[in-house]
């Protein structure tokens, strides 16, 4: 650092000031000091500088510092300060007081500019600007994300890329209560300062800047604790109007009281997606003591963290109406501090920014109080070196106060960024993985302008996803997945409020179906995760050839419908297929219906009619067992079949299904009767064909009815078996009954009961090519228009009342006798249900 050169009141220094000599004398002495500061805004002050006259530089040599070398350093500017009672010519006062409040004030700032103003005599006229440090943090813009970080947090973050220094005197939001932490908090486009004002402004934080040792530090304070008294000499300042009286000790000559009408009380409100239905509101209210100041100020607030942050939706809820109140209360003590202010002037040379003082002998009474410096413009002007210069020493402060009592706070200054449209953004999520998200479907993104992130799940807050259709346990759900490129807007143009609004192709994510080859197919495909299947829902617009299919590549299983074209991968269409509709799969198919299904071919041009419109198919079934019961009738009237619950109990289950089919008559309630019972049906107008490479078995636990009105054909390949329970009947109306076998015998066997050939006319029994034998056990009886033969062990008797004429080698005749013939009786009955439920059990022996 150079060696000042001490004139009246001004000094300065800086390690960048030029020097002379290897003394190092400095090339440039302080002429002139001039500046604002104000808490909450970076000063500014103009220093001007001249060659030393005692120097005696030729103006070319000061002419050509270099003052790119003083561009980016601090300097101080030293003001000597002589202290309450120190005499002072020309003035009248008190001479035998101490120096009470004797030292040097600095004031060091970054030089920002210098300029050559002129040539003055021998000298040469620079001018420096000096800023403060934080002044550094207006040059930069940046774009990026602080997540779950509190406002002090966040200004720890950014300051720690400058290398100056910082007091907090912080006490936080409430007692013992810290800062709380933001999901995430954006600086969009924002210079470093321009991001950091608008927290502080936000959650009542303000500084000022203090000196000492050349060096200059940033004071960031939240509550009027923070704000020391002036340095001794400045604890009290004593009022003196232009009465004409003289004081020997530095004063405010001027001063105005300004009371203004502000609001009495502020409202914020703010939304949280993940308690929907809570009250966010806050309202606090500290009017002042003046009529009308009962205004209210409504507001948006920005209190509400939908657990977006890391921790997610394990985390703890913050606590938004305590927060809300703070906000509230801040924005309303900005209003409120603004309420009553006092200007002033005089002739003060340390009245520090951020410092407290008392008002003594001003003459409305209750402007004697303790008041902060709220702002203060120093104008100091040295001596000049030589004489005849007229530079003689002058120092004016214009000041601008408030009560100490009053807490004081920065007004909204600086409003929120807003975004104009949406951006685009890369899902992200951890290693191997595809998707990540949680309980609502939010995702992770990676902004295109986001340097820091890692592309990982730490590269944002979670991020809600919009659906075309959202509601409670329903909607439609598409989760981004990780790599896909979205488009994320944001709530209120709020750069803290992400929301996904939709995602497009790029190089790497191409459209789900080769473009612009199958620019006629539209709808959706995913991917398996982990795997390279996908599934489909796809609708062809080709021109005659529209088409809708479902399909899964799991076992190639798909529902077309339309004109059949396979639709592969992302290649799309390919060979056409056929028409209507085609539901297959290369593993196992199940259609299920718990109320009925109809399987018909019957047609409905244009899907005319109800769904469940059979009435063809009814018809059908009704005629069906109209025949079956006429031709049953004619059965048992032939004695084929029995009379009695075998006949009752068939028909009527036919009827039963048919009704159940056909259901009751339409209502109100129920216009579509069908399928009053859950029946599978089939019907076609034309035929139904089934066949198989295997078996075919058609089972029924109750009765299988099959009716005809033409004619019905068994033939089997090798053998045909029927086993009944009961009773075996055929009955045939009008030509016949015929059993051939072309080889191999015909046997005819009544293991327990008789067999019996009735015919009305002849029956003839008769052996092409070899016997006819009749045996019995006990006997053959031959029974012919009432004589009869009877052939036992014990021989054959002859029994007619007509001639009998045997041929043999000796016979014998007695009396006559006659037999008459015995037609069959009814048969007997058996336990029909005893027998039903040995076979439905598999036993072996039937109970009586």
Same mark, same amino acid.
């Given at each position: 650092m150079s060696i000042p050169i001490q004139s009246r009141t001004l000094a300065v220094s800086g390690s960048a000031l030029p020097t002379r000599g290897l003394d190092g004398l400095p090339v440039l002495c302080p002429v002139r000091l001039r500046g604002t500061e104000t808490l909450g805004e970076l000063f500014e002050y103009t220093l001007v500088l001249k060659t030393a006259d005692a120097l005696a530089f030729a103006p070319s040599v000061a002419a050509n510092i270099e003052l790119d070398r003083l561009i980016g350093t601090e300097v101080t500017v030293a003001i000597e300060l002589e202290g309450n009672g120190r005499f002072v010519q020309d003035i009248s006062g008190q001479t035998d007081s101490g120096n009470a409040g004797a030292q040097t004030r600095e004031i060091t700032g970054v030089v920002t500019s210098a300029r050559i103003v002129r040539e003055e005599g021998r000298s040469i006229v620079c001018e420096l600007v000096l800023r403060p440090w934080l002044w550094l943090a207006t040059k930069n813009q940046n774009c990026r994300l602080f997540q779950d970080l509190d406002v002090v947090e966040i200004t720890d973050a950014v300051l720690s890329a400058y290398t100056f220094p910082v007091e907090k005197r912080l006490f936080g939001p409430g007692p013992r209560t810290p800062y709380p932490k933001r999901d995430v908090q954006c600086q969009y486009w924002e210079s470093d300062w321009t991001f950091l004002q608008r927290l502080w402004e936000e959650w009542g934080i303000y500084y000022w800047f203090e000196y000492g040792d050349g060096k200059h530090r940033l004071v960031l304070a939240d509550a009027m604790a923070a704000n020391h008294p002036q340095d001794e000499g400045y604890r009290a300042i004593r009022y003196q109007g232009p009465t004409g009286q003289r004081l020997d000790k530095e004063h405010v000559h001027a001063l105005a009281v300004q009371n203004s009408l502000t609001a009495g009380s502020v409202s914020s409100v703010d939304y949280d997606y993940t308690r929907p239905h809570a009250d966010l509101t806050a309202r606090y209210e500290d009017p002042r003591g003046t009529a009308q100041a009962r205004q209210a100020i409504y507001a948006w607030g920005d209190f509400a963290q939908p657990q977006a942050g890391a921790t997610g939706l394990t985390g703890e809820h913050n606590q938004p109406q305590r927060e809300a109140e703070h906000l509230s209360r801040v924005r309303l003590q900005a209003f409120r501090c603004g309420g009553l202010r006092a200007k002033g002037q005089g002739n003060l040379r340390s009245l520090v920014v951020g410092r407290t003082f008392a008002l003594t002998? &001003? /003459?409305?009474?209750?402007?004697?109080?303790? &008041?902060? #410096?709220?702002?203060a413009t120093l104008d100091i002007e040295e001596t000049g070196e030589a004489s005849g210069t007229g530079q003689r020493y002058r120092c004016t402060t214009d000041f601008e106060i408030q009560p100490a009592s009053e807490t004081f706070r920065l007004a909204r200054t600086i409003e929120k960024p807003r975004t104009s449209g949406p951006q685009s953004a890369m899902v992200v999520g951890p290693e191997n993985q595809e998707i990540w998200t949680d309980a609502y479907g939010r995702v992770k993104v990676q902004f295109n302008w986001d340097r820091r992130g890692l592309h990982d799940q730490r590269s944002s807050c979670w991020v809600r996803v919009s659906s075309p259709w959202q509601g409670n346990q329903f909607g439609a759900t598409h989760l981004p997945r990780i790599g896909e490129e979205v488009l994320v807007d944001h709530l209120n143009g709020d750069p803290d409020l992400p929301i996904v609004t939709g995602r497009v192709a790029n190089a790497f994510q191409l459209p789900a179906w080769k473009l612009p080859d199958n620019q006629a197919l539209s709808g959706f495909r995913s991917r398996e995760l982990g795997g390279g299947r996908s599934n489909h829902f796809v609708q062809d617009d080709t021109s005659g050839e529209i088409q809708t299919q479902l399909s899964s590549d799991h076992g190639a299983s798909q529902l077309s419908l339309g004109f059949l074209r396979r639709v592969l991968g992302n290649k799309g269409r390919?060979?056409?297929?056929? =028409?209507? &509709? =085609?539901?297959?799969?290369?593993?196992? *198919? #199940?259609?299920?219906?718990?109320? *009925? !299904?109809? @399987?018909?071919? =019957?047609?409905? /041009?244009?899907?005319?009619? &109800? #769904?469940?419109? !059979?009435? =063809?198919?009814?018809?059908?079934l009704v005629q069906a067992h109209e025949l079956h019961e006429g031709l049953t009738g004619l059965a048992q009237e032939h004695g084929a079949q029995q009379q009695g619950a075998d006949r009752s109990a068939l028909t009527k289950a036919i009827k039963t299904q048919n009704d159940g089919l056909r259901g009751a008559a339409p209502t109100s309630d129920s216009p579509f009767p069908e399928f009053a019972e /859950?029946?599978?049906?089939?019907?076609? /107008?034309?035929? @139904?064909?089934?066949?198989?490479? *295997?078996?075919?078995h058609l089972a029924s636990d109750e009765n299988l009815a099959l009716t005809t009105g033409g004619h019905v054909a068994v033939v089997a390949g090798t053998s045909f078996f029927a086993s009944v329970a009961n009773a075996f009947s055929l009955f045939v109306h009008k030509l016949g009954i015929r059993l051939v076998a072309a080889s191999g015998k015909v046997r005819v066997e009544a293991q327990n009961d008789r067999v019996e050939i009735i015919a009305q006319r002849a029956v003839e029994i008769m052996s092409t090519d070899g016997w006819i034998e009749l045996k019995a056990k006990r006997g053959i009886r031959i029974n012919g228009g009432g004589s009869e033969v009877e052939i036992t062990r014990n021989g054959i008797v002859g029994s007619t009342e007509g001639r009998s004429l045997v041929h043999a080698a000796s016979h014998a005749c007695v009396g006559p006798m006659t037999k008459p013939i015995v037609f069959p009786g009814r048969p007997e009955r058996f336990c029909e249900r005893c027998f039903l439920i040995a076979a439905r059990s598999g036993s072996a022996i039937v109970p009586q």
């Open positions: 002998h &001003y /003459p409305q009474t209750a402007a004697n109080r303790e &008041y902060l #410096v709220v702002s390919q060979d056409a297929r056929g =028409e209507g &509709y =085609e539901l297959r799969t290369d593993f196992w *198919g #199940v259609l299920r219906a718990a109320k *009925g !299904m109809l @399987i018909t071919t =019957e047609a409905r /041009p244009n899907a005319r009619s &109800y #769904v469940k419109d !059979m009435s =063809e198919t009814v018809a059908r /859950p029946h599978l049906t089939l019907s076609s /107008p034309a035929g @139904i064909q089934t066949t198989t490479a *295997g078996s075919t």
